[in-house]
């Protein structure tokens, strides 16, 4: 992790945002350990093969 964000800081990038599933107790687990917070937040999404007429 520490390289990765090491080579996001060099190119610039001032932020880092997840989405993860709110029932993936062991990924969540992992990045509350090396310094991210879980923020509050509203994912929206829609599947578009709904709208694709046949």
């Keep these: 992790?520490?390289?990765?964000?090491?080579?996001l800081v060099k190119l610039g990038c001032p932020k880092?945002?997840?989405q993860v599933r709110s029932i993936n107790i062991g990924v969540i687990a992992f990045f509350?350990?090396?310094?991210?917070?879980?923020?509050?937040r509203v994912g929206?999404?829609?599947?578009?093969?709904s709208y694709i007429e046949k």
């Design 1 to 7: 992790m520490r390289v990765a964000q090491d080579s």
């Design 16 to 18: 880092v945002n997840l």
């Design 44 to 49: 929206m999404a829609t599947r578009l093969a």
């Design 32 to 40: 509350r350990a090396v310094g991210y917070e879980v923020k509050e």
